[in-house]
């Protein structure tokens, strides 16, 4: 291995530590309300690091073809010192600000499609309902009336034969009525306590 592999390789492994300890404190801030205790828990850490040792072992076989010498693990190590000591307040104070500038964006675009998809598809929907029970109610009334209108004829008939009928053909015709009346009560009782 040639002395400036070797120098690249430093030179990448200090940036590659430089970047766990940023990955790290992301991964703390973005998943700060996860249960520890959980075996969830222990799924994204294993997850996490095995993702982050994928990415350095890219990086060094980009570099050197993957070759571990004592060197790679100290350059990481600084690196990530490096890290703590002289970028960590400042990227922690730029993770805040990103995640309340995607945070914003996202609320923006939510509200966004609610109001250009989500609320003109409800208000049609609202209209289409009322000028539906708008018809239903017209064509009620229409229909209603227009049985008044063609019983109308047949019901002055039927009172003015009711009113020439002798009296004990009345009296007979109202007990009939009251009789029939009476089925229909207990038929409709019958049902209700079978139902219940």
């Known amino acids: 291995m040639t002395l400036t592999t070797q120098f690249m390789t430093m030179i990448v492994m200090i940036s590659g530590g430089i970047y766990v300890g940023a990955a790290v404190d992301t991964f703390e ?13 222990l799924v994204w850490q294993l997850a996490f690091w095995v993702a982050q040792a994928a990415l350095l072992f890219f990086l060094l076989f980009l570099v050197n073809y993957g070759e571990l ?6 350059a990481v190590i ?7 000591a002289l970028f960590q307040t400042r990227y922690k104070k730029l993770l805040e600000y990103m995640i ?13 499609f609610n109001a250009v998809i989500i609320w003109p598809i409800r208000t049609i929907i ?9 018809v ?8 209603h009336l227009l049985f008044l209108v063609v019983l109308y004829p047949f019901l002055l ?6 009113k020439l009928l002798p009296k004990k053909l009345k009296k007979n015709l109202s007990k009939t009525a ?4 009476k089925i229909k009560n207990t038929i409709n009782k019958w049902k209700e306590r079978k139902r219940k």
């Open 29 to 41: 801030r973005l998943f700060f309300k996860r249960n520890k205790k959980s075996w969830l828990e």
């Open 69 to 74: 010498r004592l060197y790679v693990f100290i």
């Open 78 to 84: 600084c690196g990530y010192s490096a890290y703590r």
């Open 100 to 112: 309340r500038f995607v945070t914003q964006l996202m609320t923006f675009f939510a509200r966004l």
């Open 126 to 134: 609202m209209v289409i309902a009322s000028l539906l029970i708008a």
């Open 136 to 143: 239903y109610k017209v064509i009620y009334k229409g229909i």
């Open 157 to 162: 008939v039927f009172r003015l034969i009711w």
């Open 178 to 181: 009251g009789f029939w009346v």
